[in-house]
């Protein structure tokens, strides 16, 4: 029996939506897991919401909800977004599951008991006006190795470098931008440094990208420094024995995976050991900015704590748009729900296209006239063209049925060695080699219809123009079968197109070779890939531009620059007040806009607020907000605003003003 195989992504942070660069690690993923599957493995897939840090705090509080909201909010989103773009786990949990918890407290443990985590006093920022301690996002600085500007656990801006609690220089409060000082306090430390020979001989035998082993293999050969693995937080998993300090969220991310095995298997009856105890091949999916802390840091904990390492990490290459570094904030990102689900475009697209622009460690240039380009010349002009001129053609001339005769060995001899090609690729994580290969066995099939002219063949030879036909046929069924794991819905629908039962996705690789059988009834040939026309590719350009725009207005202003001074009087001709959100929907035509009735004490007011990117319709319902009433009314999409809701500008996002507590609607803000 051959060992059971776990494929993982890495987790990720329930801090904002989906974007372009997330898919970059989990569509291949999930094509090699289908892959997999389609080489008679068995392989178990997971992954899960990274639920902890700084940064969900941080945020959190910005948007006024406990982090446990705003967790489940965008879990929740991903669900979805994975869901719509076909990528399919086996389980998909949080880590702020009991089940992480518990398993993270419990290498804690084991780790603390082999001497391997142990205490230390330790120099923290701490600012006084807030009076706390700054961990990680809540405080920048400079960074003690290049000078660059940092955040707290990493210089983000410079060298790269993962940064301890304590090393920033000049350490500035976040939250208020006061300047911090320096306390000391008790935390844990995990001792990487025992482990570098370890490391060392490790990485020779890990499997996966080149890019991650050689990363890795640098930074092990420098000096490796202890790890301090705890933060003062309340949110987050707390640290055995001490309930001021949580565990660092890159303890318990990656932990995750061994917790999300427990809970599948729980649900399956089966023994979470067999993948984390035994001999198991664990295969994570990452991207390339997380190779120090899977290739470092979570093998040396597997080893300390007597878990089964890792034998191969995947890392992608990093993503470009528009040839044009990725920046949320300064406008060049594409999210994966607003940009491309809810524009009605396939997910099978997208996929296709990340799969087959690059090698999947080297950077990814996503530009809307380039994917439809590719769409419309290797999916339209190829492969769809083959597949719907053959399909066509034998219905309409063997009454919808496989014609009788021989497959040329030519064909079977192509279609061995394309699924050669492409299960090499895949083994390898060339994910783009293997797509080459398929739209080469495309290719061939068009060359091979077009030189046996198939439609001459028909009026003085049929039997002749049936065997061209059934050979043909026979390239459609390779293609189907060995596409199916990049494109598994478009690829269903083929395969009903051929007439075969049950799913694609069930189908081997060397079902490719098995003849389709002679009279078999054929399905209804249809279109399988439409042209993505220039007025299409505009309107989205259009959208990435205005965003574009949006960010570099908001660059152009600078928070310290203030407007000219009002007198008291003229603020008090502002009529402010709270109100409450009583019904909230979206505005046809419009991604941004949505109309709201808010009741502001003594009547409710019809509001239009461009606020649909930042909540929605149904979390507004029963929200205190703060209203300005006797702004003049306009009109925005044809619909009259009656008043307007104050909120804060976060990095493009709007942040509603709300009370600290509950008041009567209609309360004055003065």
Not at 343 to 353: E, V
Request: glycine fraction near 8%.
């Amino acid at each position: 029996m051959s060992s059971p195989i776990l494929v993982t992504c890495g987790l990720p942070y329930a801090n904002g939506p989906c974007h372009l660069g997330h898919l970059r690690t989990y569509v291949p993923a999930d094509i090699f897991v289908r892959a997999l599957r389609k080489m008679g493995q068995e392989v178990l897939f997971v992954c899960g919401s990274d639920a902890h840090g700084t940064p969900i705090v941080v945020n959190a509080e910005a948007q006024g909800l406990q982090p446990k909201q705003l967790v489940a909010k965008y879990h929740q989103h991903f669900h979805e977004v994975f869901k719509g773009m076909s990528v399919h786990f086996d389980f998909f949990g949080d880590t702020d599951d009991p089940a992480c918890h518990n398993r993270t407290q419990e290498m804690v443990k084991a780790l603390t008991e082999k001497g391997y985590v142990y205490p230390r006093e330790i120099e923290l920022a701490y600012c006084p006006k807030c009076e706390r301690f700054l961990p990680d996002r809540y405080v920048e600085g400079e960074c003690p190795y290049c000078g660059k500007p940092a955040r707290g656990d990493e210089c983000d801006m410079g060298c790269g470098r993962h940064l301890e609690p304590g090393e920033i220089k000049n350490a500035v409060c976040k939250v208020c931008g006061g300047k911090a000082e320096y306390r000391k306090q008790i935390h844990y430390f995990f001792k990487l440094s025992e482990f570098k020979d370890f490391l060392l001989g490790y990485l020779e035998t890990l499997g996966g990208t080149a890019s991650a082993r050689n990363y890795a293999h640098e930074w092990v050969r420098q000096e490796l420094k202890d790890w301090c693995i705890t933060r003062n937080m309340s949110w987050g998993v707390q640290f055995p024995g001490h309930n001021e300090l949580v565990v660092y969220v890159w303890v318990d991310a990656p932990i995750g995976y061994i917790a999300f095995t427990e809970e599948w298997c729980a649900q399956e009856g089966k023994d979470w050991r067999d993948y984390w105890k035994d001999d198991a091949r664990i295969i994570h999916f990452i991207g390339g900015d997380i190779v120090y802390h899977h290739c470092i840091f979570w093998p040396a904990m597997l080893k300390g704590a007597g878990y089964t390492l890792p034998s191969a990490v995947v890392a992608s290459g990093m993503l470009k748009i528009d040839d044009k570094k990725f920046s949320k904030s300064r406008g060049y990102v594409i999210w994966v729900k607003d940009d491309y689900l809810e524009k009605g475009l396939h997910p099978d697209l997208l996929r296709y296209y990340l799969a087959s622009y690059t090698a999947h460690n080297k950077e990814v240039n996503f530009a809307w006239k380039i994917f439809a380009e590719k769409v419309n010349t290797e999916l339209v002009g190829a492969f769809g063209n083959f597949l719907n001129r053959a399909l066509t053609f034998t219905v309409k001339n063997f009454e919808g049925k496989v014609p009788q005769g021989k497959i040329d060995p030519e064909v079977n001899a192509k279609i061995e060695q394309t699924m050669k090609e492409v299960v090499f690729g895949l083994e390898e994580y060339e994910f783009k080699k293997a797509v080459d290969s398929i739209l080469a066995l495309a290719d061939f099939g068009n060359i091979y219809f077009q030189s046996h002219e198939p439609w001459k063949l028909i009026k003085s030879d049929k039997a002749s123009a049936g065997e061209v036909l059934r050979s043909c046929l026979q390239i459609a069924k390779a293609l189907i079968i060995f596409m199916e794991p990049v494109m598994p819905s478009k690829m269903e629908a083929a395969w009903k197109q051929l007439g075969q039962g049950g799913s694609a996705s069930e189908k081997p690789f060397q079902e490719a070779l098995v003849p389709l059988a002679e009279g078999q009834s054929l399905g209804k040939p249809e279109i399988l890939f439409s042209r993505m026309e220039e007025a299409t590719v505009k309107e989205l350009e259009r959208v990435f531009r205005d965003r574009i725009e949006q960010a570099e207005s908001r660059k152009s202003v600078k928070p310290t620059e203030l407007k000219e001074q009002i007198s008291f009087e003229e603020f008090s001709s502002l009529d402010l007040c709270i109100g409450e959100i009583k019904e909230a929907g979206s505005i046809k035509g419009s991604d941004k806009l949505l109309k709201l009735a808010v009741d502001i004490g003594k009547e409710t007011r019809q509001v239009v607020a461009g606020i649909a990117n930042s909540y929605k319709p149904e979390d507004l319902v029963g929200m205190q907000i703060a209203v300005l009433t006797n702004l003049k009314p306009a009109k925005l999409f044809g619909i009259e605003s009656q008043a307007m809701l104050l909120a804060a500008d976060v990095a493009g996002k709007a942040v509603l003003l709300r009370p600290s507590e509950k008041v009567e609607t209609g309360t004055k803000v003065r």
